[in-house]
């Protein structure tokens, strides 16, 4: 099997996947999407063979378009176009949850200070103010007052880029000093992890303690659920934990498991390799059905 893995830097993610394919026997096409220019048309030489390829762009820029162009191509691709155009905007994932019935934090955007600021009277302090775009707990700010609140709006108005216009608010949820992580393929949790910390953010690339955590039924489903409503493929659900259940805050469609893999039993790339194997046997049968 040829698989192709386009990326923009090789990361313990990355190495891991591909000690992994290696250690199988597999191909693999490594593919710098910094340096691959991607036409209209015929693929470029390095992807036009490949059995499946697996998006690790770090970009959400590069990961939107080169999945974009390789479905052109008729090149299997996973995390599918769709799924990363989804995931990698919270507005768009907050309205396909709430749509499929996931339980997703209250949220409210605007695109105007003033509509902001009334977005955030309602809410009452504290709210967050997070960006619709980015990763790793970056420019979130949990907004306490109103002063807060005028000086996060009046410097998100003067970064000038239109994504800083959109005013993404949402509900703080008070959790137990911890949220989840779980890791799914089409759906199937992989394994799951929890992440502890004093501080309001508990992202693992902040420092978070990792440590595995056991799965039951309830939080299996809701990352079922979660998975389907964004498109599917190999993905990361949030999960946090409130005094009512569950609620689902966002998805990440180009996943880092490294400290997942450190936390957990399961053997995470091996699971992920599996999953791939699947795509790429899927792939071919589809293609065989049509002549291909």
Known sequence: MKIGLLYSRIRKDEKLLLTELRE???????VDVRKQRFGVGDPPEALASCDVVLDRCM???RSKYATTFCESYGVPVVNSAATA????DKAKTSVKLDAAGVPTPATTVAFD????????EEFGYPCVIKPVVGSWGRLLAKIESESAAEAVLEHKKTLG????????????VEKPGRDLRVLTVDGEPVAAMARSSEHWLTNAAKGAETTEFELDEEVRALARE???????????????????GYTVPEV???VEFKALNDAVEADVPGTVVDWLEAKAEQASDAGAEVGL
């Open 24 to 30: 199988r026997g597999h191909d693999v096409e490594k």
């Open 59 to 61: 970009a959400t820029s």
């Open 85 to 88: 155009d989804v995931c990698a």
């Open 113 to 120: 200070v003033d509509s902001a600021m009334a977005a955030i």
């Open 161 to 172: 880029h239109y994504e800083h216009s959109v005013f993404y608010v949402q509900e703080f």
């Open 226 to 244: 979660a998975s389907e409503a964004v498109g599917g493929g190999l993905l990361g659900v949030d999960i946090m934990e409130t005094g009512d």
């Open 252 to 254: 990440n469609h180009t």
